[in-house]
């Protein structure tokens, strides 16, 4: 069961990059508006993105709670793709399965967290403040843990405060995170906005 749930964690974050950087923020087309399979999402996301630059990184939708459109769009996506997600994998791995509700749970926790503490936020997880509040949003597509975003060089970082101890973005002893960190730099390196000195 242990197996298949962290399983399920790396594919619930594999899914968590793919649908953010294409239905929430749909693909660019020559000459027309992004595409997304979902335009609603896309159209509430957009807004999300908007109200949190003019804020610094605040989003008061998570007050208003399921009252605020986006908010209830939020949840409802949740709910959805915790479904359909659990129902294909309960067959394979009880684990999946059970990794797919405490994703989706997970994500709701930290993206409102986040969003109503801002120092919470670039502490925690300085990837999504950077995916916000750095001058490229179509980067850092990870929410809850920046794993794909490093796997697929998409983890662009702002400022040195801004870098995560370790590209796992979890509390680690020191060893363990400079021995993460150095296998990372040599094969799945971030991206800086400007080349820091370090």
Not at 69 to 83: C, D, F, I, P, Y
Request: charged share 20%; proline share 6%.
């Amino acid at each position: 069961m242990w197996k298949g749930f962290l399983v399920g964690l790396v594919v619930a974050n594999g899914f968590e990059w793919v649908a953010h950087k294409y239905i929430l923020h749909g693909t660019h087309r020559s000459g027309k508006p992004r595409y997304s399979p979902v335009p609603d999402s896309m159209k509430s996301h957009w807004e999300h993105h908007r109200e949190v630059r003019k804020t610094a990184f605040h989003d008061h939708g998570y007050v208003e709670g399921l009252a605020n459109w986006r908010t209830k769009n939020e949840v409802v996506s949740l709910v959805v793709v915790a479904g359909v997600f659990g129902t294909l994998f309960y067959p394979v791995s009880k684990g999946m399965a059970l990794s797919t509700v405490y994703s989706a749970c997970n994500y709701y926790y930290i993206h409102r967290r986040a969003h109503l503490e801002p120092e919470w936020a670039m502490k925690k997880i300085p990837w999504h403040y950077d995916h916000h509040m750095n001058s490229n949003q179509d980067a850092n597509w990870c929410v809850t843990k920046p794993w794909f975003d490093y796997i697929l060089g998409t983890r662009v970082i702002s400022a040195p405060e801004l870098q995560e101890k370790n590209p796992l973005g979890i509390l680690l002893p020191g060893t363990v995170s400079n021995l993460l960190n150095g296998i990372t730099e040599r094969y799945f390196p971030a991206k800086w906005v400007e080349k820091q000195e370090r």
